[in-house]
């Protein structure tokens, strides 16, 4: 099944600050960090590898 992770939480920060430099890119609006759309695009990534995780 895809998307079948089990990840911890620590591994899931440890991703979103592996890839702080592209979200950051990808936050940028009108030549500044949007940090409402960063946040959104934080808590999404955590929310899409945590979500089959056995409670």
Known sequence: MFN???LSDKEIVKIIEDYKNLINKN???NNSIDEDLQQEIKLLIF???SKNRKK
């Open 4 to 6: 079948n992770f089990n």
């Open 27 to 29: 936050s940028i609006i």
């Open 47 to 49: 929310r899409i590898l």
